[in-house]
Nanobody, 124 residues
Framework: VQLQASGGGLVQAGGSLRLSCAASELTFSIWTMGWFRQAPGKEREFVAAINWSGGSTYYADPVKGRFTISRDNAKKTVYLQMNSLKPEDTAVYYC??????????????????WGQGTLVTVSS
């Protein structure tokens, strides 16, 4: 299973970026998908998650109202739209897949597959 994350880059505070994560497996459509991030010198933290249908989404408090997670099962891709970016959003962002059907978790240890990460840098 491969998860290919893309879309990171350098952006000024207040700007926007959209991250994408493409999966190689047809069973993507039944997976819970999540985004996590790790800033320099910090632990990896949960950002957002979405259930298999896209009908349920979850966000970490620091990104609520600014980030939106979505998915296109036909394209086997999950997205993270990031608006009103702040310097504290600077991190490597990872997408992850949880094969457990019907359960959405914010715990990184519950995810089975991980993408390679894409760097987001927000300048002040």
């Amino acid at each position: 299973v491969q998860l290919q994350a893309s879309g990171g880059g350098l952006v000024q505070a207040g700007g926007s970026l959209r991250l994408s994560c493409a999966a190689s497996e047809l069973t993507f459509s039944i997976w819970t998908m999540g985004w996590f991030r790790q800033a320099p010198g910090k632990e990896r933290e949960f950002v957002a998650a979405i259930n298999w249908s896209g009908g349920s989404t979850y966000y970490a408090d620091p990104v609520k109202g600014r980030f939106t997670i979505s998915r296109d099962n036909a394209k086997k891709t999950v997205y993270l739209q990031m608006n009103s970016l702040k310097p504290e959003d600077t991190a490597v962002y990872y997408c992850a897949a949880d094969r457990t059907f019907g359960i959405v978790t914010t715990e990184s240890g519950e995810y089975d597959y991980w993408g390679q990460g894409t760097l987001v840098t927000v300048s002040s």
